[in-house]
């Protein structure tokens, strides 16, 4: 069993193997789609990481944070049914810094 986790990452993939370290979605055989995908949310979510908890909390900065953290819960979800039964997945919301409730 695989223990993984989606969280955005300011330098390198945004999917974590939890007692590995990151993994590159491609070397876990999702389809390229999603692979796609969560780069591309996690690029989107580079825009928060550098920014303080003030900042974060200005009401266009935590609409973007719930747009992110909403896509984010999705593609865990999505890379949990990909490779069930052998991992599970969690998320982390990096704009609140802690992990989304099951």
């Known amino acids: 069993m695989r ?3 989606v969280a955005a990452d300011y330098t390198q993939s945004s999917l974590r193997d939890d007692f590995e370290g990151p993994v590159e979605p491609e070397a ?9 995908e969560l780069r591309k949310w996690n690029d989107q979510y580079r825009k928060v990481i550098p920014l303080g908890e003030e ?8 609409e973007l944070i719930s747009r ?3 896509q984010g819960q ?4 999505r ?24």
């Open 3 to 5: 223990y993984l986790t």
């Open 68 to 70: 992110l953290d909403e």
């Open 79 to 102: 890379v949990a049914d990909a490779l069930k039964p052998e991992a599970k997945v969690r998320y982390y919301s990096e704009g609140h810094m802690r992990y989304a409730q099951p």
């Open 28 to 36: 876990l055989d999702l389809p390229k789609a999603l692979c796609d």
């Open 55 to 62: 900042a974060r909390t200005r009401a266009d900065t935590a």
């Open 74 to 77: 999705g593609l865990a979800q």
